[in-house]
């Protein structure tokens, strides 16, 4: 199945119903779907890595257990979601600041690698965004031409209202035809617009089965997350949250090393789930996973709205290892 800012974000699986809520919250855009307090059944996606980095696709469910706030649940599914199409949702930044530095350029590079690696069933859509609601320049289509024309046409202006925006994605992808979808954020990361707080993205995030992957557009790709501001923090902490990874560059070779290994991800997930019980009080759960020694990393999402998982009377068959989460 299932380096400017790119985001993606993977939802709905086939054959898995997903009950899902809109919620409005004050002086923020409306419509901004989480997973719903009632929800059905918590579907999670992940991606191991082993030790050169690369994704492994071989793994076997006695390698894997499933734990929620540190308790071991019973999981009713697992299995390999390789190679599926994918409904692309790309969120382009039009704000002035993507003028400097060859920002648009770079968004422009990154959006053709993507295009280039597309699958057979691979759909986009192109949203753009600045001190406004994010505007639809292409709806949904396998033409990757249209995207292309549409990306040249875009000329920076305005301020940046990132947070708005990124909020009403999840929705906005549903659109697509595929049932795995990914949304991509192209921006340099600086929100001066918003009506959303840093505190409002990360609760609506909390809610929500995407896993997102930032690309931030820094001229210096080698400083840490934290090194390059407020903004690239956040962005590192809604990559942790969804199950992404945070990568920084804009040279056109470090976008393509990004989107080859961003592909290599979505192509090489695993599935695994379970129904929760409907018992006890309805409130963030986090979410890890414990896995077999020849795992280095896996990306996964940090947790899920709703009640009570149904417990585990063992970790059955997976050996002793380190707990792994979202890195």
Known sequence: ?????????LAAIPGVAHAQAVETLPDAPPQTLTDSVSVSYVMIPFTVLGSKGAPLTDLKQKEVALLVDGVPVKSDMFEPSQN???????????????????????????????????????????????????????????????????????????????????????????????????????SDGLDNASKLTRADIAGRLEGVSIPIYPLGLREDATAGAKEQGAEIELLAYVAQLTGGKLSLGIEPVQLASAVDALEHNLRAQYLIGFTPTGKGAVKYRRISLQLAGRVRAVRVRAGYRGTEPPVATALARVKPKQRKEGK
């Open 84 to 186: 599926e199409p994918v409904s692309f949702t790309i969120l382009l930044d039009g704000s002035g600041s993507m003028a400097l530095a060859g920002k648009m350029d770079a968004a422009r590079s990154a959006v053709a690698a993507l295009l280039a690696r597309r699958k057979p069933g691979d759909d986009y859509s192109l949203w753009l965004f600045s001190d406004d609601e994010a505007k639809e320049l292409v709806p949904f289509t396998e033409d990757s031409s249209a995207i292309t024309r549409a990306m040249r046409t875009v000329q920076p202006f305005g301020k940046t209202a990132f947070f708005d925006a990124l909020a009403t994605m999840p929705e906005r992808s549903r659109l697509g035809r595929n049932t795995t979808r990914a949304i991509i954020l192209l």
């Open 1 to 9: 199945m299932r380096r400017l800012l790119i985001a993606f974000a």
